[in-house]
C-alpha cells in the first residue's frame, strides 16, 4: 500500500478506534491545499478501499470511506457529484452522531457541513439547479436535530456544534426556493447557546450574522439590526473582510431604524462610494436622490438582497426628513410649531421630484407617519395646517417603540 | 303521493322517476365498464412499475383520454344525477358526450390510482379549456351561473396535468389562461354574496404558485416563457403584505425583475404595506409605507394593466381600514369641522358617497 496512505489509513483509525476527536479535527480539515495534496497522494493508490476493513463500526467504516472517496475523487468529479458525496456523508454523520458518546464527532462534523455549504454553491454555479440547496438544508437540518437533542455535560455535549450548524442552515436556507422560515424555525432554537462558554466565537458571530439577514429578508428590520450589530462587535477588528461584510447589511438595518453611519466608520472600512450617497441624500430629506442612487447601483444590492427593502422602508424616513427641515425654517410671525400644508406640500414635491402630488396625497403621508409615532402632530383639514408637538415632535427614531398592532 | 299537485304535473314527474331508476341500459353499461377497469388495472399492475418501493423506478402514467369527460365517469355521473346543466343536452338531464367535462377529484388515502384511461392528454386538456372559455364563459359572461362549474373543471384540468407530471409549455399556456379566469372571476364577482372570494383567491395563488415552478424549470432548460413577467405581478400583488413575495422577486432575473409590469406590482406591493395591519410576526411593519392615497392612484394609473388592477381590487376594504386607522390617528375631532366626506371619497377611490 501507499506509505502516505498507510499513514493516513493508520492515524485515522487510531483516531477513530480511540474516539481523538483533535486528531480526526486535522484529518478532516478542508482546506484545499490539503485535499488537493492528499488527493494527489491517493489517486496513485487504487487499494484504500481495504481500509474499511481496519474499521469495526460499520457507520464509521461507511463514512470514512465516503469521505475519502470524495477526497480521492474531489478533482475528478462534478461539483454536482462532489456536492452528492457530501451530502452522503452528512447522513452517515448524522447516524454516528445519534450514538450516544460520540460527542467527539463535533469538529467533523463542523468541517463536513461547511464543506457541504460550498460544495452547494459551486454545484449551483455549474449547473444552476436550487434544489442543490434544499438537499443541503435538508441534511443540515438533520444535523441539527441530532445536535440540539443532545442532553450531555456541556463540555463534551454535541451541543457544541449547534450554533456553527444553524448558522450554515440559515445561510442556505436564504438560497432556497421555499420561505427561510421553513428551515430558520429549528435553527432559531441555537440562540439558546449563544451564550455558552463551550461554543468557539468564530461560530456565535456567524450565526448572529445570518440570523440578522434572515430577519432583514422577514422585514423584522429591528431584530435584524441587533444581531448584525452583535455580530458586528464581536467580530475581531483583524477580520477586517468580515467585518467589512457585516456592515453592509448592519448599514441597511441601521438606516432603516433611523442611524446612520459616520463618514469615518465608512472610511475605515473603504465602503463603496453608494453609501455615501445614501447617507448624504438621506440627511437631505431626498428622496428621489435617494431612489435614484440606489437604482443605479440595483445590481448591487439586489446581488445582498437588500434592494427592495431600502427602496421600500426608507421612503417614509426621507418625508420625514424633509418634513422636519422645513418645520426648521424661519417662517417670521408664525408659531413655531405650526407648519402651513402649503410649506410641506412644496417640501415633498421637491424631496420626490413630483410637481403632481396633490393635498390628498401629503395628507396621507402625514397621516401615515404620525400613525407610526414618527412625528407627534395632529392635521387640521380645513385650516390646512400641521400642528407640530411643542416637546418633541420628532423623536429619535431608536426610541420608538413598535407599533402595536390593533 | 302528493294528491294536491296537478294531473299533469304529476305525470311528468312520474316520468322523470321512470327515467331516472328505470335506466337499465344505463346501469348496464355502468357495470360493464366497472368490469371492464378492474380488469384492466389488474393488467397494468402485472405489466408496470406502478407499486415499486423508490421514485426513480417508478413508471410516468400517461393518459390517453380523448374526451373532455373519460366515459367512465360520465356513465357513472349520469347513473348518479350529477350532470351539470352545461353538460346536458338541451331540455333533457341527459349528458352530452360533447359537452360534458371531468370534475376535480379529491386526492383521499382510500382512492384507487387514475387509471391512463381516466387521465386527458395535454391536447384534450388544451381542447377542454377552449370549450369552458369560448362556449361556457362566452354564454354566461356575468360569471353568475357558470363560475363554480368552470372553477371545478380548471381544477380539474389542472390536476390532470400534475398527475402526469407534464411540465411542457403547454402547462404553461393553460395554467395562464386558468390563473386569468380567476382574476376576472375575483373582479367582476366582487361583492357577489353567493360568491367566496377567499376560495377564488386559493385556487388562483395554486395555480401561480404552479406557473412559478413551470417557469423556473424553463428557465434552467432555457426556454422562455413570453409571459413570465405579467404573472410574476401577478403573484406580487396576490400576496400583498407577504414580504416573501419581495423575497421572491429580488431574486428574478433582472429583464424579468425590471420589466414595467413587475415594478408596477412591486409599487403596489410596498404601497400597501401596513404597520397597523394584523400579521403574524410583531416588529415586520416597522416604516411600512402605508400610503392609501398613492395606492389606489398607482392602481388607477395608465401604467396599471387591467388584471393587475382587477387583483389588487381584492384587497380594496383592507387597505381602506388601513388607511383610515392612520387618519383617524392625525385628524383629532373638530366639531363642524368633519373631515368632508366626498374628499375621503375621493382619495380612497370609493365610486360614491354612499359606498
Known amino acids: 500500500m501507499n506509505p502516505v496512505l498507510q499513514a493516513f489509513v493508520t492515524s485515522a483509525n487510531h483516531a477513530f478506534t480511540h474516539e481523538d476527536g483533535a486528531t480526526l479535527g486535522k484529518l478532516f480539515v478542508f482546506t484545499p491545499s490539503t485535499v488537493s495534496e492528499l488527493s494527489r497522494r491517493i489517486s496513485a493508490s487504487d487499494d484504500f478501499d481495504q481500509y474499511t476493513s481496519y474499521i469495526t463500526d460499520p457507520v464509521h467504516a461507511q463514512t470514512t470511506h465516503v469521505y475519502l472517496t470524495y ?298 407617519l404620525i400613525s407610526q409615532k414618527l412625528v407627534l402632530a395632529f392635521l387640521f383639514h380645513h385650516q390646512k395646517l400641521v400642528n407640530l408637538s411643542r416637546k418633541t415632535p420628532f423623536p429619535v427614531i431608536s426610541q420608538i417603540g413598535k407599533v402595536k398592532p390593533r | 303521493m302528493n294528491t294536491d299537485r296537478p294531473a299533469a304535473e304529476e305525470e311528468r314527474l312520474k316520468a322523470l322517476r321512470r327515467e331516472r331508476f328505470n335506466n337499465t341500459e344505463g346501469e348496464r353499461r355502468y357495470q360493464q365498464l366497472v368490469a371492464q377497469r378492474a380488469q384492466r388495472r389488474q393488467q397494468l399492475m402485472s405489466q408496470s412499475n406502478v407499486h415499486k418501493g423508490t421514485l426513480s423506478e417508478a413508471a410516468k402514467i400517461v393518459g390517453t383520454c380523448t374526451l373532455m369527460c373519460p366515459e367512465f365517469e360520465r356513465e357513472e355521473r349520469q347513473l348518479k344525477n350529477n350532470i351539470a346543466q352545461p353538460e346536458m343536452f338541451p331540455g333533457t ?105 377567499h376560495q377564488d383567491m386559493e385556487q388562483l395563488r395554486n395555480t401561480l404558485k404552479t406557473l412559478i415552478e413551470l417557469y423556473d424549470d424553463h428557465r434552467k432548460a432555457r426556454v422562455v416563457c413570453a409571459n413570465e413577467a405579467e404573472f410574476y405581478a401577478y403573484y406580487i400583488v396576490s400576496h400583498l403584505r407577504d414580504p416573501d413575495a419581495k423575497r421572491v422577486a429580488e431574486r428574478l432575473p433582472r429583464h424579468i425583475f425590471t420589466a414595467p409590469i413587475v415594478q408596477q406590482a412591486l409599487k403596489l406591493h410596498m404601497l400597501s404595506e401596513s404597520s397597523t395591519a394584523p400579521r403574524r410576526d410583531t416588529g415586520t411593519g416597522w416604516a411600512a409605507q402605508n400610503l392609501g392615497v398613492q395606492f389606489f392612484r398607482t392602481v388607477a394609473a395608465p401604467a396599471t394593466p387591467l388584471l393587475l388592477a382587477c387583483l389588487a381590487e381584492y384587497y380594496f376594504p383592507s387597505i381602506r381600514r388601513s388607511a383610515l386607522r392612520s387618519m383617524c390617528d392625525a385628524f383629532p375631532y373638530q366639531e363642524g369641522k368633519e373631515y368632508p366626506v366626498t374628499d375621503f371619497a375621493e382619495m380612497l377611490a370609493f365610486d360614491s358617497v354612499d359606498e
Open chain 1, 71 to 368: 477526497v480521492r475523487d474531489s478533482q475528478f468529479v462534478s461539483a454536482e457529484t462532489g456536492h452528492g458525496q457530501l451530502c452522503r456523508l452528512a447522513e452517515l454523520l448524522t447516524v454516528a452522531l445519534t450514538a450516544a458518546n460520540n460527542g467527539w464527532l463535533v469538529q467533523v462534523v463542523r468541517a463536513v457541513a461547511l464543506a457541504l455549504c460550498v460544495q452547494a454553491q459551486w454545484a449551483f454555479a455549474s449547473t444552476g439547479d436550487a434544489a442543490v440547496y434544499t438537499q443541503t438544508a435538508t441534511r443540515l437540518l438533520q444535523l441539527l436535530i441530532v445536535a440540539l437533542g443532545d442532553t450531555g455535560p456541556e463540555h463534551a455535549s454535541k451541543k457544541r456544534v449547534a450554533v456553527a450548524v444553524a448558522g450554515l442552515l440559515l445561510r442556505v436556507s436564504l438560497r432556497t426556493s421555499a420561505a427561510p422560515g421553513a428551515y430558520a424555525g429549528k435553527a432559531l432554537e441555537a440562540r439558546s447557546l449563544l451564550d455558552s462558554s463551550s461554543v468557539a466565537r468564530r461560530d456565535k458571530v456567524s450565526f448572529m450574522y445570518w440570523l440578522g439577514r434572515y430577519y432583514l429578508v422577514c422585514y423584522n428590520i429591528d431584530a435584524a439590526r441587533i444581531q448584525l450589530d452583535r455580530a458586528f462587535s464581536m467580530c475581531p477588528a483583524w477580520h477586517y473582510h468580515n467585518k467589512r461584510i457585516i456592515l453592509r447589511y448592519l448599514f441597511v438595518a441601521n438606516m432603516i431604524c433611523g442611524r446612520l453611519p459616520s463618514h469615518e466608520l465608512l472610511e475605515k472600512y473603504d465602503m463603496e462610494g453608494v453609501y455615501y450617497q445614501l447617507v448624504a441624500c438621506f440627511r437631505a430629506g431626498d428622496l428621489a436622490g435617494f431612489q435614484n442612487v440606489l437604482v443605479d447601483h440595483m445590481d448591487m444590492f439586489r446581488k445582498q438582497g437588500n434592494f427592495l427593502v431600502l427602496l421600500e422602508r426608507t421612503k417614509m424616513l426621507i418625508y420625514r426628513t424633509a418634513l422636519r427641515r422645513i418645520s426648521l425654517v424661519d417662517r417670521g410671525e408664525e408659531r413655531a410649531n405650526v407648519v402651513q400644508y402649503r410649506d410641506v406640500l412644496t417640501a415633498f414635491r421637491v424631496s420626490a421630484q413630483n410637481p403632481d402630488m396633490d393635498v390628498f396625497e401629503m395628507e396621507g403621508i402625514l397621516a401615515s
Open chain 2, 93 to 197: 338531464r341527459q349528458a352530452d358526450p360533447a359537452r360534458t367535462v371531468k370534475t376535480f377529484h379529491r386526492s383521499a388515502a382510500g382512492n384507487e390510482e387514475p387509471l391512463p384511461e381516466d387521465l386527458r392528454t395535454p391536447e384534450t386538456l388544451q381542447r377542454t379549456l377552449d370549450h369552458l372559455v369560448n362556449v361556457v364563459i362566452a354564454a354566461d359572461q356575468e360569471l353568475r351561473s357558470c363560475h363554480g362549474f368552470v372553477r371545478d373543471r380548471t381544477r380539474s384540468i389542472r390536476q390532470d396535468f400534475t398527475i402526469q407530471n407534464i411540465r411542457d409549455s403547454t402547462t404553461v399556456a393553460v395554467c395562464e389562461r386558468i390563473a386569468r379566469f380567476h382574476i376576472v372571476s375575483l373582479h367582476i364577482l366582487c361583492g357577489n354574496k353567493d360568491f367566496a372570494e
